[in-house]
């Protein structure tokens, strides 16, 4: 079982920057990979960004460049550095983190943290 905490999110201005976190609790955080989604309103939760157990990363073609998914393994915390955030990027944030065993795959979600980008 894992627990997933976002903290991180807030008001900022249009080409602003802001960095998520995401706190996990429980076993296992070094066999997991951590994903970011995001949800606006009226809209399907997407994918943002992923990072694999092994640290290899992947993001959705409208952030890269501009989001840096990272994780330390140590504090178990996985990272979402987010700059020159656009109002069309206004979200909840969400946490993934999802690992295979031979019973399938089991995955867990943060609450998320509320992301507004807005002058």
């Known amino acids: 079982q894992v627990q997933l905490v976002e903290s991180g999110g807030g008001l900022v201005q249009p080409g602003g920057s802001l960095r998520l976190s995401c706190a996990a609790s429980?076993?296992?955080?070094?066999?997991?990979?951590f994903n970011w989604y995001r949800q606006a309103p009226g809209k399907q939760r997407e994918l943002v960004a992923t990072?694999?157990?092994?640290?290899?990363?992947n993001y959705t073609a409208s952030v890269k460049g501009r989001f840096t998914i990272s994780r330390d393994n140590a504090r178990n915390t996985v990272y979402l550095q987010m700059n020159s955030l656009k109002p069309e990027e206004t979200a909840v944030y969400y946490c993934?983190?999802?690992?295979?065993?031979?019973?399938?795959?089991?995955?867990?979600w943060g609450q998320g943290t509320q992301v507004t980008v807005s002058s």
């Open positions: 993934n983190a999802r690992r295979y065993t031979v019973r399938g795959m089991l995955q867990y």
């Open positions: 429980g076993s296992g955080f070094r066999d997991n990979a």
């Open positions: 990072i694999t157990s092994g640290g290899s990363t």
